[in-house]
Each structure stands twice: as C-alpha cells, then as structure tokens.
C-alpha cells in the first residue's frame, strides 16, 4: 500500500502541473519559452540591458571626444574683440582711445567642428560724426582694416583666414557727407548711421544670411604696420573691412569654419 500510495502522489502531482489555466488552454510550465518571453517583454519595454557601445565622440573632436585647440592671430586698426561660439576668447589688449593703436593679437581656444568666429572691429572715432582729433591740426577721419587666421596648434594647419566671404555688418558709418572732415564742429555738420547691434551675433546660431560680404583690401589701400609684419600671414589671408575705409568705422565679422 505505501508503494501505490507513492505513485499516486506522483501522478496527482503530475496533473497538477497540467491543469487547465481557467481558458480550457493548457499551461506548461517550459522554462525555455518563459526565458524566451521575459526576454522579449523587456526589451520591448526599454528594460533589456544590451551592453552596446555608445558612440559619444561629435565631430570635429580627436580620437578621444575632446575638443581640439586652436589659436587666432588678429590684426586690426584700431581695435578688435574676438568671440568662437558666442564666448569672447579675447580682446585688443590697447584702449581704441590709444594713438596709433596698431598691433596684433594672438589668442588659443579650444572648439570641435564646426565652430563660429565673430569679430567685432573698430576704426577709432572721436565721436559720432567719424572725426578723430577734432580741433587739432591732423583732424581727420579714420581708416580701418582687419585680418586674421586661425591655426589647429597639434597640426600646424591653417584652417580659417580672413576673407571677402566672411559675413559683414557695419554699425556705425561717418561722415556720410565726407566733406564736412575738416568742420570746426563736425559734430554739428557731419551725419552719421547706426544700426543696432543684433542681440547674439556672436553665437554660433545665428542666422547671418541677410548680411553683407566682406570687402578684400590692398596692403597699400590699408597701410597696415606696428605688429602686422611681426605675424606671417598664410597666403590666404586677405585685409578686410566693409565697402568704405573711411566711412565705416564699427563692423561686425563672422564666419563658421568646417573640419
């Protein structure tokens, strides 16, 4: 008797694993297809953990997803302030107010590609009317210009020069009536325009597309000096400014440089 008692424990135990689920389907308890089916559930919920790589590194990085250095040098008559991505990086190191303020800069800064370049130059102005030393024998108006290049420091590349197709905007042109440069008050006779300058020009979402080109200028038309020659432009770089030496005195540049 506890033999036979034995085998059917067993086969109630049997029939237990095979009862109906309550749907007159049968219920098997595979443990393969129930692997199976937790795998599939989680990952189509998000929760399966697939160990893949993440891709992390953006373009223009190095191999290992840091961003490249640079350096700009920049000459400019009178003055210049340099920003990449909308952060300044540096500015003329001598006041606009200095005479004969013409000299160089050479500022680093780190950047993946693309990265935006904007500058902002200034020709010395006395006042609103353009004039500079008004009252003195050598009253005058003033004559810009701007160059610059942009240098990857680990390969010595030159990958950005200043040239006309840099965008433009002046904000500020004086005199408009050129005539009125040796007035005994040119602040009463010279008229002047100034446009407002645009809220984040300098960053490198910035639609520029309704702004000028840059005008290339001759060595001889701009006459630069006093730190330009201690730099050695690649051949390239070309001396900009906008339409007019003399009339336009604060211009914005910008430009977006590609790997």
């Known amino acids: ?46 929760d399966a953990d697939t160990d893949a790589p993440e891709d992390t590194a953006s373009a223009g ?15 400019a008559d009178n003055w210049m ?16 107010t200095t005479e004969r303020s013409f000299n160089a800069e050479t500022f680093t800064f780190e950047a993946a590609y693309p990265f935006t370049v904007a500058i902002e130059a200034k020709d010395f102005k006395e006042t609103d009317s353009g004039i500079e030393y ?34 433009t905007l002046v904000v500020h042109r004086a005199p408009l009536n050129k005539d009125c440069e040796k007035d005994a008050d040119p602040d009463a006779t010279c008229d002047f325009e100034i446009t407002e300058t645009p809220l984040d020009w300098v960053g490198a979402d910035y639609d520029d597309s309704a702004w000028a080109t840059a005008t290339e200028w001759s060595a001889g038309e701009v006459g630069p000096k006093d730190g330009y020659d201690e730099i050695r432009w690649d051949d390239a770089a070309r001396l900009i400014w906008g339409t007019d030496l003399e009339v336009d005195n604060t211009i914005l540049f910008r430009t977006t440089v590609d790997d």
Do not use: H, K, Y
Not at 35 to 41: H, K, L, Q
Not at 61 to 75: K, R, Y
Not at 87 to 96: A, C, F, H
Not at 149 to 160: F, K, L, N, P, S
């Open 1 to 46: 008797m506890t033999r036979f008692a034995g085998v059917l424990v067993s086969l109630a135990l049997l029939g237990a694993a095979c009862a109906s689920d309550g749907d007159g389907q049968t219920a098997v308890d595979d443990p393969v297809t129930a692997t199976t089916e937790v795998t599939a559930t989680a990952a189509a919920s998000g």
């Open 61 to 75: 990085d190095d191999e290992d997803g840091a961003p490249l250095t640079f350096q700009i040098e920049v000459w």
């Open 81 to 96: 302030a340099v920003s990449v991505d909308g952060e300044l990086i540096g500015e003329d190191s001598v006041p606009i």
């Open 134 to 167: 008004i009252g003195e024998g050598n009253q005058q108006m003033g004559d810009g210009g701007l160059i610059a290049q942009v240098t990857d420091i680990a390969t010595g590349e030159v990958v950005a020069v200043t040239s006309g197709d840099w965008a």
